[in-house]
């Protein structure tokens, strides 16, 4: 195991995942992580208020990787990378995760959204079907 991607939400459940990633990245003193952050502007009226989004997601942005970096990860900081993409979530962090020739995706079994509290996220759902890397996919 050399190359992590941790995708959050910043969400609870993504925390418990974090802490997942904490511990492989303690098993496996050479691993790395990514943490990677993807910002779904089909989750907004957009059309609408295109500014009041943008500076919501900076600031959403700013805030998850002060948690990643100050408190999460401070352990491994000189070990972990933060990104910030824009676009589908699961899409994006399949090519992420290609890009960054990641051997594991981590993510939390649910997000921010109603919807995604259903059964299993939508987003952890779509990473499943469509990556091609191992997903583990950590519950609350």
């Given amino acids: 195991m050399k190359r992590l991607l941790f995708a959050t939400d910043g969400s609870e459940y993504s925390e418990h995942a974090a802490r997942m ?54 352990k491994w900081q000189n070990r972990v990378q933060f990104l910030h993409r824009t676009g589908h979530p699961s899409i994006t962090i399949c090519e992420v995760a290609k890009e960054e020739q990641a051997d594991l995706i981590i993510v939390g079994s649910h997000g921010r959204g109603i919807v995604d509290r259903a059964l299993l996220g939508s987003v952890a759902h779509g990473v499943l079907h469509r990556s091609h890397i191992p997903v583990l996919v950590v519950r609350k």
């Fill in 21 to 74: 990633t904490g511990e492989f990245l303690d098993a496996w003193s050479e691993a790395t992580a990514v943490v990677l952050y993807v910002t779904a502007k089909e989750n907004y009226a957009y059309d609408l208020v295109p500014n009041a989004v943008d500076r919501y997601e900076e600031h959403l942005v700013q805030q998850i990787q002060n948690e990643v970096v100050e408190h999460l990860f401070s």
